[in-house]
């Protein structure tokens, strides 16, 4: 045993297992400062490090969980708890369709069925092209003029299944 | 000659159908025709089968236009709207209009009138009054006005919201707090929504009362992540309140602090009960906590707090305004007040209706409504969220109160009403009724985890016909187990529409091959 090694002390605190790139782990970290001072800060960590990557990398949860000196298994427990997670990056939009019974009342059973159809998906996938993510939604609270679905952060009612592929032709089409 | 005033809604329903290509249509037309206009983004009337509704200031009262097309502007102009000249869309004054006129507007009085994000619109319609009373009176005597309004919780569990504050103003501690539940999940439901987007001003000042009223210093917006436009309007007021001196650490010169936030939710239903949501608050799995303790002892951070949904807040400022009297004249029985009823689904005439309890539903399908959207038949309403049961044409002449809906083995919950004309399935209405169960389970107890699953199985044997009258036997029994063995009502009103659509449809669950 090496002299050096002999000396080396218990690690009080360990650098995280995480093979999470240079730019993400910086982005996490960032998040984490920011807001580790809340009171509670796990979910609003959870939203920023979505609304920065685009999702909550498996790989940022050992991260976040080191930050606020939680264990992984309950950060874990947390991120995988609440829909709004994703564990996969998203399309470039996320088109989110609303099931609930006021949008079934006036057809969004046809519009869900229309809608897999159209983009060759099911819920919870992405088109092979990273275009569009399809993502159920239990209410967006447009219920009296339903069906509706929200593209990124845009709502929008009526949808029968044309406007569903106009607004998805010029979603699949932004930037 | 003063410049044109016209009102187009910002509210998200408002702009799901186009209400910012109308605005932006007017102004470009307005441009055009090189006259000045003063374009104001108000609230909605909540008569979305208008919108896009454009209204001009007349003399006479707002004249209102709708639902108008972007494309249909510049007829609009040719027709002289401006001065409210006749046009195949005029609908006469939004006042006189008898869905809006016929209501009784309490807490959402300006909601539509103003513009949501100016304080002064805000103070010029009244607002801020309640807080002048409430800086005026002692706690105590806060609490004894919301205790003898009759304020009931407006989220579902109709709670007394007096005896909430007075628990928390009764437990000591060095640290209180106000939460507000805007996790408005259920379906049918837009009436936090619409205060939130429609005048945010209402709810910081209910719940800054909430703050002095029970010495609570921090407040809490738990809001729900599908709401994008009602974060953006809260954020404004919060930040023109802070600004102005209406919350902070001396709120008006008071001496008194109360400091308000916003959190996001991430989409789990379950975080609209109260325990969930303050476990999710604190940073964990919204998962339900066992009372007691209660919340107003020990809820968040362990901490004594008000918790109340939007409505039950934004209803506070009117009763400190106007006195507890005048808010409890109206309404029925226990029901006191006025309740925001959410008329949505297959429904002609879907919009928002403040109405003093005791309208029957009959009243607000035909009368307000105007019958389905589709012209077929009613053949049933689901009222209450997907929790609430579904209603037969037989029980549509109970009134909106609190007890006589529990009498029927229903309820009102947050006031939304969900229409459905005579194509339903009902049986496929009370699988997805006990499947979005499972799917939004919390998971800490066993009849609402694993019972919901269990009953959507049970469900499918019963419409495929594997010995329906087994099945139907162990679905009620199962139903039984969840009313009485789950946590919270969740599990424990997964049955309402289940067992009611078995009870008043069950033609619909018998096997047709």
Known sequence: MSRQSALRGIPIRTEPQSSLGATERAAVLEVCNRLKVLAGPLIPILHGVQAELGYVPHDALPVIAAELNLTRAEVHGVASFYHYFRKEPAGRRIVYLCRAEACQAVGSRTLEVHARRRLGIDFHQTTADGAVSLEPVYCLGNCALGPSIMIGERLHGRVMPERFDELVADAACGP | ?513
């Open chain 2, 1 to 513: 000659m003063n410049r044109a005033r016209i009102f187009v809604s910002r509210d998200s329903s408002a702009r799901s159908v186009g209400a910012d290509e109308v605005a932006a249509a007017l102004a470009a037309e307005a441009a055009r025709r090189g006259v000045g206009i003063e374009l104001v983004r108000n609230g909605s009337r909540g008569l979305f089968w208008l919108e896009p509704l454009v209204e001009v200031e007349t003399d006479r009262g707002r004249m209102a236009y709708g639902p108008v097309m972007a494309s249909g502007v510049p007829q609009l102009w040719d027709a002289g709207f401006l001065q409210g000249g006749a046009h195949p869309l005029q609908l006469g004054l939004t006042e006189e209009i008898a869905f809006f006129k016929n209501q009784e507007r309490l807490t959402f009085a300006r909601v539509g009138l103003t513009d949501p994000v100016s304080l002064q619109d805000y103070l010029d319609h009244g607002g801020y009054r309640g807080l002048e009373a409430a800086l005026a009176a002692s706690p105590a005597g806060i609490v004894s006005a919301v205790t003898q309004s009759g304020l009931r919780g407006r989220g579902g569990a109709a709670f007394p919201a007096g005896i909430k504050w007075q628990t928390v103003l009764a437990t000591a501690a060095d640290q209180k707090y106000v939460v507000c539940n805007a996790d408005e999940g259920d379906s049918g439901t837009f009436s936090d929504r619409m205060i939130m987007e429609g005048d945010p001003f209402v709810l910081i000042e209910g719940m800054t009362i909430a703050g002095l009223a029970t010495g609570a210093t921090r407040g809490f917006i738990y809001l729900r992540c599908e709401y994008p436009d009602a974060r953006a309007a809260l954020q404004a007021a919060i930040a023109a309140a802070s600004q102005a001196g209406y919350l902070g650490g001396n709120v008006r010169g008071s001496g008194r602090a109360f400091d308000l936030e916003i959190r996001l939710g991430a989409g789990a239903y379950i975080c609209g009960e109260e325990t969930a949501l303050l476990e999710s608050l604190e940073g964990k799995r919204g998962q339900v906590r066992f009372k007691p303790p209660l919340p107003a002892i020990q809820g968040l951070f362990g901490k004594p707090t008000v918790i109340n949904n939007v409505i039950t807040l934004a209803s506070v400022p009117v009763i400190l305004e106007r006195g507890a009297d005048h808010y409890r004249d109206f309404g029925m029985g226990r029901s006191r007040g006025t309740l925001p009823i959410q008329l949505t689904g297959n429904i002609r005439h879907g919009g928002l209706i403040e109405k003093a309890f005791g309208v029957t539903l009959r009243e607000l399908l035909y009368d307000y409504g105007g019958g389905s959207l589709s012209g077929r038949p009613i053949r049933a309403v689901q009222v209450g969220g997907p929790l609430g049961a579904y209603l037969p044409e037989s029980q549509f002449d109970t009134p909106i109160d609190y007890e006589a809906f529990a009498a029927i083995g229903a309820m009102l919950g947050h006031g939304g009403i969900v229409v459905f004309d005579d194509t339903v399935d009902m049986a496929a209405q009370a699988r997805y009724a006990m499947q979005f169960c499972a799917t939004e389970s919390c998971g800490k107890c066993t009849p609402c985890r694993i019972g919901s699953t269990r009953g959507v199985e049970v469900i499918d044997r019963l419409i495929a016909g594997q010995d329906p009258a087994a099945q139907e036997a162990l679905l009620r029994d199962l139903c039984e187990t969840m009313t009485h063995g789950s946590l919270c009502a969740l599990g424990g009103l997964t049955p309402y529409p289940v067992v009611s659509a078995l009870n008043h449809f069950p033609q619909d669950f018998a096997c047709n091959p």
